[in-house]
């Protein structure tokens, strides 16, 4: 017997009646035990409480230890209402009742895209409940494709890709998916992306938050062979469970490279969507995942002399086409 896949069986079983006990519950009473649940983890056992308190020192210096101690047991209390708000989306939101949940914030130019024939790549970060962003735009009518990493568990990757796929979101897996990534591009789709995703020491570094963040090279790649524009959306709480703002704070959130008057190249489009990023986190820095090791590596490592027969390895898995 395999003791692996018994265990990882085990553990997707608790998972899944830990998700029909929360949809048991109403949402009102979810917010009500996230708060006290917030405070015990926060506060009493201080899960990843290092982590937490040195990014929020760095990206917020003039808030005081007192400050931070409070927005760390807001922020938890964000990420298990996203729990909570994933578990109850399937049985609440439908594609008749969307907008009792959603309101809709300056997208016309970010639909026009999508409905165009130009490719357009969305770009969200670990912010608001980016989860539910590709479930609730398959219920507008919109597929995405997103690139994710497969889970350990066999099983609980099956269980979230069936999750994910319900409304028309489809999964590229993370390693050898720009063949298929090319293609989308080619037939004008839509590309979904986390764009705070730790690229490491080979990465292109930009400021974020007070600090260097490592990119992945092929966000930018994508936009400047393929011509598909760049939109950094955001998928807000507002001001209470289950109700959300989709969209982008202003124009400033999309760069079309056909009709952008100053061409970016990798490095400058990276810093742009980091900045558009950081102005969402700073409006509402509860919701961010401060939990999430965004900042790895401390500072970009010296630059090694590069041969034109070595290409950058990010560059090289990304597409070759003229944009």
């Known amino acids: 017997m395999n003791l692996r896949l018994v265990a990882d069986y085990l553990v997707y079983v608790a998972v899944r009646l830990t998700i029909c006990i929360v949809q048991a519950i109403p949402m009102d009473r979810c917010a009500q035990g996230a708060q006290f ?4 983890i926060s506060d ?6 290092e982590l937490l308190d040195s990014n929020l020192r760095h990206a917020f210096p003039e808030m005081t230890a007192a400050e ?7 922020n938890w209390r964000h990420l298990l209402l996203m ?5 109850h989306a399937p049985r609440k939101i439908h594609d008749t009742n969307w907008r009792d949940y959603v309101d809709l914030q300056n997208v016309s130019n970010q639909i026009g895209y999508m409905l165009s024939e130009r490719p357009v790549v969305i770009l969200l970060g670990h912010f608001g409940n980016f989860e539910l962003m590709g479930y609730c735009a398959g219920l507008m009518g919109f597929p995405t494709y997103t690139v994710a990493r497969p889970l350990d568990n066999k099983f609980l990757h099956d269980f979230v890709q069936r999750f994910r796929g319900a409304t028309g979101q489809f999964i590229l897996p993370k390693q050898g998916s720009a063949p298929a990534i090319e293609k989308l591009m080619d037939a004008g789709g839509t590309l979904g992306l986390l764009c705070d995703q730790n690229a490491g020491p080979k990465g292109c570094w930009v400021d974020f938050m007070g600090r260097p963040a490592s990119c992945h090279k ?3 790649l994508f936009s400047m062979a393929s011509g598909a524009p760049l939109v950094v959306t955001h998928f807000r709480r507002t001001d209470r469970p289950m109700q959300f703002e989709m969209g982008i704070d202003s124009t400033d959130a999309i760069y079309d490279p056909l009709q ?9 489009l990276a810093s742009w969507y980091n900045e558009q990023l950081e102005k969402m986190i700073r409006r509402n820095p509860e919701q961010y995942w401060w939990i999430h090791n ?3 590596d401390d500072r970009p490592p010296k630059k090694a002399k590069k041969t034109a ?9 990304a597409p070759r086409r003229a944009a």
Do not use: M, N
């Open 37 to 40: 649940l917030a405070w015990l």
């Open 44 to 49: 009493v056992l201080k899960v990843r409480g």
């Open 68 to 74: 931070r101690k409070k927005l760390a047991r807001r």
């Open 83 to 87: 729990v909570c708000e994933i578990a």
């Open 218 to 220: 092929a966000i930018s």
């Open 260 to 268: 952008a008057e100053t061409k970016l190249g990798v490095k400058e």
């Open 294 to 296: 965004r900042w790895r």
């Open 309 to 317: 027969a070595a290409p950058d390895a990010a560059e090289s898995d």
